[in-house]
Nanobody
């Protein structure tokens, strides 16, 4: 069992940066693959980023490539999402999720979810 807690969201102006953290409980978290998703009001939850357990592989949605970077510190049981050059369209609730059963692009495949953290980007 893994419990996830996101933090680091907030209000930022366009062009600014935020770093989200996803802290996990559970000794085996270092072996879990982790995805980041976001959900804007009235929209479906969408894939943002993915990181393999050993950080050697990451993947990003086209809309955030070159601006967002995911990393992890397994000693701290924490995964990060560094978000730079933020745009108003990045606004939403950001979630981390762990242990996908199938495609890591689909939110339906993940076994564990955090409660989410709000990111608001003003123009």
């Amino acid at each position: 069992q893994v419990q996830l807690v996101e933090s680091g969201g907030g209000l930022v102006q366009a062009g600014g940066s935020l770093r989200l953290s996803c802290a996990a409980s559970g000794r085996t978290f270092s072996t879990y693959r982790v995805g980041w998703f976001r959900q804007a009001p009235g929209k479906e939850r969408e894939f943002v980023a993915y990181i393999w357990w050993n950080t050697h592989y990451t993947d990003y949605a086209d809309s955030v490539k070159g601006r967002f970077t995911s990393s992890r510190d397994n000693a701290k049981n924490t995964v990060y999402l560094q978000m730079n050059s933020l745009k108003p369209e990045d606004t939403g609730v950001y979630y981390c999720a762990a242990d996908p059963r199938g495609s890591y692009y689909s939110p339906n495949e993940y076994n564990y979810w955090g409660q989410g953290t709000q990111v608001t980007v003003s123009s």
